[in-house]
């Protein structure tokens, strides 16, 4: 098989693509053919998209008008939406112990990580069932299947419900050709990360011991998971939890 065409004729809409995972998976998905949409708040993802010769449109992800024209676009330009990598997320420092965590932060994360992945995949099944066929890739997280005593509660409450969200649209919509997946990555090395740990970095050093590989993963090895998520690859692959983690989830004491 040639991994290069494994993607070809297939229309990718990618929300926070300009950085990160979306980054990394956004040129992932045109390496192997795809036509990349990218939907971001940041207006300079519109060079990413220029790059990869796709189309950029703006979008805050918990607006729902916002993201059925990020969708719409997408159809309409392109002719249809293949694979929703559903992508985009925050993890402010407002966000800490749930002591700590007010109401008004709680729903800020909500909006942005759990509330968008609805309004995501409702624009994209919107555009999927009438052609029978479809992948969509949710961003949870590993936080969403393990506990955690250096807590960010809202982020970790709202990838648990993207994962369970992700698993109940795979079994729903299983018959009618579409897949629905939620990569769930482990500590990744990306802009919102190393901001997060240079804060602190006991909070680093607390997170790294527990990773069998001793490192947190890179973009490009989350990119290549959704790549085989959205590829016919997985054809036999819909409602998983697919763990992309380094062994965190496996692990009882790692390794010296």
Not at 27 to 33: F, M, T
Not at 83 to 104: K, L, M, R, Y
Not at 144 to 162: D, E, F
Not at 173 to 196: D, F, K, S
Request: with cysteine.
């Amino acid at each position: 098989m040639d991994l290069t065409q494994r993607l070809a004729g297939k229309v990718a809409v990618i929300t926070g693509g300009g950085s990160g995972i979306g980054l990394a998976t956004a040129r992932r998905l045109h390496a192997e053919g795809a036509t990349i949409v990218i939907g971001d708040i940041d207006p300079a993802a519109k060079q990413v998209a220029d790059e990869l010769g796709g189309t950029f449109v703006p979008v805050d992800v918990s607006d729902e008008a916002a993201v059925d024209n990020l969708f719409d676009t997408a159809a309409e330009t392109h002719g249809a939406v293949d694979i929703a990598f559903n992508n985009a997320g925050i993890s402010p420092p407002e966000d800490d112990v749930i002591e700590d965590t007010t109401p008004a932060a709680w729903q800020w994360v909500q909006d942005v990580n759990l509330k968008s992945v609805f309004l995501c995949c409702k624009a994209a099944l919107r555009h999927m069932v009438p052609r029978q066929k479809g992948s969509i890739i949710n961003t949870a997280s590993f936080v969403a299947v393990m506990g955690s005593a250096t807590s960010q509660i809202s982020y970790t409450a709202s990838k648990g419900g993207v994962l369970a969200m992700s698993r109940e649209l795979g079994v729903q919509y299983a018959r009618q050709g579409i897949r629905v997946n939620a990569l769930c990555p482990g500590p990744v090395n990306t802009p919102l990360l190393q901001e997060l740990f240079a804060k602190d970095p006991e909070r680093a050093a607390r997170r790294l011991v527990h990773i069998p590989m001793g490192r947190f993963a890179e973009p490009e090895e989350l990119a290549a998971a959704v790549a085989f998520l959205a590829s016919d690859d997985a054809s036999f692959i819909t409602a998983s939890t697919f763990l992309v983690d380094g062994g965190i989830s496996g692990h009882y004491v790692t390794p010296l």
